[in-house]
C-alpha cells in the first residue's frame, strides 16, 4: 500500500482538464491496483501454512513468502514515482499493471518454494511501478476542492481489505476452486489485472512530470544490496545455526548504507538528482518518523505472521477459521482510523495513546493466550485484538502527516517516497526478525508447549518493540504540517 499522502516531487497543479465522469473512473481503476496490492500482502500470511505443506521447504521458506515482496517493492518504490515522471506515468501505470499481473499467474502455476519467491519478487517490483503514479495522477486529475474526496476513498478501501483479506485466503484455499487450493489467491488477480489494464487504457490520462529527474542507477544498487544484505542472514542464518557469513553480511550492510549516504550526499553537492535528498536527514521530524516507522512496521508485520503461524499450526485452525479470527484486529484498525479524524488536533498525542493502546492489546492477547493455553477459541482473543486494532489505527492515522511536517515543498516527493519504502522494508525486516526468534524457539521438533512458549515470548518482543515505538516518537513534532506556522 502508497501512502495517500505521496506526492511526485514536481506534480502539475490540478485542473479541471480531467472532465468529472472521467476523473472518478480514473480513480476507481487506481484503487483497484491498490486493492491487488492489500490483498496480495495479506492473503500470503494466512495461505503460507498451507503453500509450504504443498511446495515443502524450510520454515525460512514462509519467511521469505513475505519478506521477498515487501523487500522488493520496498527498494521499487523509492524509484517508482521518478519513473512515471519521466516516461509517463499512465505508461508505467500499464506496465506496472501487466507485470504485476503475469507475477501473480506465475504465483499460481509455481512448482517449487523457488519459483513461487522468485515470482514475489517479481510481484513487489513491477507493483512498485504500478501504486505510486496513480498518486501523481490523482494530483493532477482532481482540482483542490475535490482533492479531499479522491482521496477519502482510499481509507474505506483499506479498512474493507483489511477485514476482508484474511477471510478471502481462508475462503479461497477452503473452498479449493477446481483443484487449485491455495494457488487461487493468486489467479483472482488475473481479472482483477486485466479489468485494471483495460479500464486503465481508457480512462487514466497522459501525465508525466514537466521537469523530470533522473534515475540514480548506484543508488538503486546500493539501496537494493544494503537491504538485501541484512534481510538474507536473518532468515536463512538461523537454519544454519548463525555461521560467520551472517555476521559478516551484516556488518557488511553497514558499510553498504555508510557508502550510499556518502554517494546521494556528493550527488547532492555535485547538483545531480539524488535518490534520496540528502538534506531530509537534518530534520529531525524526518530522521525519527523514520526510527518510528521501522520499529512499529517490523513490529506489526512480524506479529501478523507469528500470529497467523500459532493460530494455523499450532492451534490447528484451519485456514478460513484463522482468517476470521482476525477480523476483530482489522474491524478494531477501521475504528481507530475513525476516532483519530475526530482528535487528530492533538497531534503526536494521538500516536502515542494508539501506541499505549495497542500495547495494552498486545499484552491482552498475550495474557489470553497464557490462560486459555492450546485450547484457546476466537471469541476468546475477540476483546485483546478489538484493543490492538484501535490502537494501531489510532497510531497509524496521523503518522505520516506528522512526519511530513517540516519537509520543505521540494524535498516531499523524496521524503514520501522514502517513508513508503521505510514501510515495506520494515515490513521485510520485522518478518525476518521475529519469524526467526518464533522458529528458534520452536526447536526441531515443535509441540504444543513450544508453540504456547514461542508465542509468548513473541508477544513480549512486540510488546517491547512497541515500547520502543513509544519512545522514539517524541523526536516527532507536535503537529501534523498543516498545523504549523510556515
Not at 53 to 61: F, I, K, N
Not at 385 to 412: C, K, R
Amino acid at each position: 500500500m502508497v501512502n495517500p499522502t505521496d506526492v511526485t516531487a514536481s506534480a502539475a497543479p490540478a485542473g479541471e482538464a480531467v472532465p468529472y465522469r472521467w476523473r472518478w473512473a480514473a480513480l476507481f481503476v487506481i484503487l483497484a491496483a491498490e486493492v491487488m496490492d492489500l490483498l496480495d500482502a495479506m492473503v500470503t500470511n494466512i495461505a503460507a501454512p498451507t503453500m509450504r505443506a504443498d511446495l515443502g521447504g524450510t520454515p525460512a521458506t514462509i519467511q521469505w513468502l513475505g519478506a521477498a515482496y515487501t523487500l522488493s517493492m520496498a527498494v521499487g518504490l523509492i524509484t517508482g514515482g521518478r519513473l512515471g515522471d519521466i516516461f509517463g506515468r499512465k505508461r508505467m501505470f500499464l506496465i506496472g499493471a501487466v507485470g504485476f499481473t503475469l507475477g501473480s499467474l506465475a504465483c499460481a502455476v509455481a512448482q517449487s518454494p523457488e519459483m513461487l519467491i522468485g515470482a514475489r519478487v517479481m510481484q513487489g517490483l513491477f507493483g512498485a511501478v504500478m501504486l505510486p503514479q496513480g498518486l501523481g495522477m490523482i494530483k493532477e486529475m482532481f482540482p483542490p476542492k475535490e482533492m479531499q474526496a479522491a482521496f477519502g476513498m482510499f481509507g474505506p478501501v483499506m479498512g474493507l481489505s483489511a477485514v476482508g483479506g484474511p477471510i478471502l485466503a481462508g475462503w479461497l484455499v477452503e473452498a479449493d476452486y477446481f483443484g487449485t487450493g491455495w494457488r487461487m489467491i493468486f489467479l483472482i488477480n488475473l481479472p482483477l489485472g486485466a479489468a485494471a489494464l483495460l479500464a486503465g487504457m481508457r480512462y487514466l490520462p497522459e501525465s508525466r512530470s514537466p521537469h523530470p529527474l533522473r534515475l540514480d542507477i548506484p543508488g538503486i544498487i546500493l539501496a537494493s544490496l544494503g537491504g538485501f544484505l541484512v534481510i538474507y542472514p536473518l532468515v536463512q542464518g538461523r537454519e544454519s545455526d548463525w555461521p560467520a557469513w551472517t555476521f559478516v553480511m551484516l556488518g557488511a550492510a553497514v558499510v553498504v548504507f555508510a557508502a550510499f549516504g556518502w554517494f546521494e550526499s556528493r550527488k547532492s553537492r555535485q547538483g545531480g538528482d539524488p535518490l534520496i535528498v540528502p538534506s531530509l536527514f537534518r530534520k529531525r521530524a524526518f530522521t525519527g518518523g523514520l526510527l518510528t516507522g521501522t520499529v512499529f512496521f517490523s513490529g506489526m508485520a512480524g506479529f501478523m505472521l507469528v500470529f497467523n503461524l500459532y493460530t494455523q499450526i499450532g492451534l490447528g485452525y484451519s485456514t478460513l477459521k484463522a482468517g476470521l479470527t482476525m477480523v476483530p484486529w482489522s474491524a478494531g484498525m477501521i475504528v481507530g482510523f475513525g476516532l483519530a479524524q475526530a482528535v487528530q488536533r492533538f497531534g503526536r498525542k494521538v500516536l502515542h495513546g494508539g501506541t499505549l493502546i495497542m500495547t495494552v492489546g498486545v499484552i491482552a492477547v498475550l495474557f489470553t493466550v497464557s490462560s486459555a493455553g492450546l485450547e484457546v477459541t476466537p471469541w476468546q482473543l475477540v476483546p485483546a485484538l478489538i484493543v490492538s486494532g484501535v490502537g494501531m489505527g489510532l497510531l497509524m492515522a496521523p503518522f505520516f502527516d506528522i512526519v511530513l511536517a517540516g519537509v520543505e515543498q521540494h524535498e516531499t516527493g523524496s521524503a514520501s517516497g522514502t517513508l513508503t519504502a521505510v514501510q515495506q522494508l520494515g515490513n521485510a525486516f520485522g518478518v525476518a526478525l521475529l519469524g526467526t526468534v518464533f522458529f528458534d524457539l520452536l526447536g526441531s521438533v515443535p509441540s504444543g508447549a513450544t508453540f504456547d512458549h514461542a508465542m509468548k515470548v513473541t508477544l513480549w518482543v512486540v510488546a517491547g518493540m512497541l515500547i520502543v515505538t513509544y519512545a522514539v516518537a517524541f523526536l516527532l513534532p507536535k503537529q501534523a504540517r498543516e498545523e504549523t506556522p510556515a
